[in-house]
C-alpha cells in the first residue's frame, strides 16, 4: 500500500508542476497593464554572458501604460534596449541615457483575441501535461497487479488519481478563465 501512495504523491507532484508551469506561461502574456513580469524571459548580453533582464536592472512600473527599466550599470544601456527590440514583444523602448522607458500601447481587438488563443494553448498545453501524469501513475499502478496488490486497491488509486487530474483540469480551466477575462476587460 505504501507503493500506491507513493505513486498517487508522484502524480500529484507532476501535476502541480504543470499548473505552476502554466501559471508563469501565463503571467507572460500581457493583458494591455503594465507589468515587469512582461520581460521575463529577456536576455542581456552582459559581459558576453547572456543574463535576465532583471539581473542587470530594475524593472518598475509607475503606472498601467508604462515599464520603467534602470540598468545598474550605464554602460549596458544600449544592450538592454538591443534585447527588448529584438525580444519580438512588440515593444519600443525609450532610451533617455540612464533608463529604458516602455509605453505599453493599448491592445487592438485583434490583439486581444490573439493573446486568449495564446492563453487556450498555454492551458491546454498544462492539461496534456496533467494527462500525461495520470497516465503515467496508472501504468506504475498496474504495475503493481504482478506485485501481489489486490486489484481492488489499484481500481481505487486508480480512481484517486482520475479525480486528482479532474482537480487540476478545472483549476487549469479556472486560470484560463481568469486570463481570459484580464485580456478582454477594456
Known sequence: MEEIELYLETAKEMMEQAISHSRKELAKIRAGKAMPSMLDGILVEYYGTP???NQVASISTPDARTLFIKPWEKSI???VEKSIINS???FNPQN???NIIISVPQLTEERRIQLTKQAKAVTEDGKVRVRNARKEANDELRKLKNDGVSEDAIKNAEIDVQQLTDSFVKNLDDLLSVKESEIMTV
Open 96 to 98: 533617455d541615457g540612464e
Open 88 to 90: 519580438n514583444l512588440g
Open 51 to 53: 543574463t535576465p533582464i
Open 77 to 79: 544601456i544600449a544592450e
